[in-house]
């Protein structure tokens, strides 16, 4: 069974950090584009960050220069490191995996790009 599954979550004060892990079970990242979209209390789901199998990292505006996307695929995990947290970064993150790269198509930004997801992770900035 292909499984997704998020750690790391938490509570942190504004400006501080968090590192979010995926670990990925039942088939290998190596070969999968994987990403990470959040869903803010009553807000849609957005698109955070995508990474290509070879290591080409995208970001949404609101996160460049703060978040970054990185791959271990020795240990069929991705991470995501969130610094300078800001209350409107609070969020359920979730991990996202497909073997279709779909910047091909423009379109790396849609939930429906994406086979296989987590079941999310809790992040929430407050002093």
């Known amino acids: 069974q292909l499984q997704l599954v998020e750690s790391g979550g938490g509570l942190v004060q504004p400006g501080g950090s968090l590192r979010l892990s995926c670990a990925a079970s039942g088939f290998t990242l190596d070969a999968y584009v994987v990403g990470w979209f959040r869903q803010a209390p009553r807000k849609a789901r957005e698109w955070v960050t995508y990474m290509t199998t070879s290591g080409l990292a995208i970001y949404t505006d609101s996160v460049k220069g703060r978040f970054t996307i990185s791959r271990d695929n020795a240990k069929n995990t991705v991470y995501l490191q969130m610094n300078s947290l800001k209350p409107e970064d609070t969020a359920v993150y979730y991990c996202?995996?497909?073997?279709?790269?779909?910047?091909?198509?423009?379109?790396?930004?849609?939930?429906?790009?994406?086979?296989?997801w987590g079941q999310g992770t809790q992040v929430t900035v407050s002093s």
């Open positions: 996202v995996a497909d073997r279709i790269d779909p910047l091909r198509i423009g379109e790396i930004w849609y939930e429906y790009r994406y086979d296989h």
